[in-house]
């Protein structure tokens, strides 16, 4: 999994979380979908970004 986390393109995380999340909130029927699909697809990718940060931040290190 680590290395799916350093590998993976933000972007297209981005835009498929996006639309999993709203679909998801769609089908739940939640009455601002858009809003809280927008809010937890950011959440979700920060925390990728976060932890893409971290990993790859320690290969350097290892490296030197």
């Known amino acids: 999994m680590l290395n799916w986390i350093r590998r993976v393109n933000i972007l297209w995380l981005l835009v498929t979380l996006f ?5 998801l909130y769609s089908a739940l029927g939640t009455d601002n979908w ?3 699909a927008l809010t937890a697809t950011l959440v979700d990718t920060a ?3 976060a932890l893409q940060y971290v990993i790859v931040g320690r290969g350097r290190e290892r490296g030197k």
Do not use: K, Q, R, Y
């Open 19 to 23: 639309v999993f999340h709203g679909l």
């Open 34 to 36: 858009l809003s809280v």
């Open 47 to 49: 925390v990728v970004a």
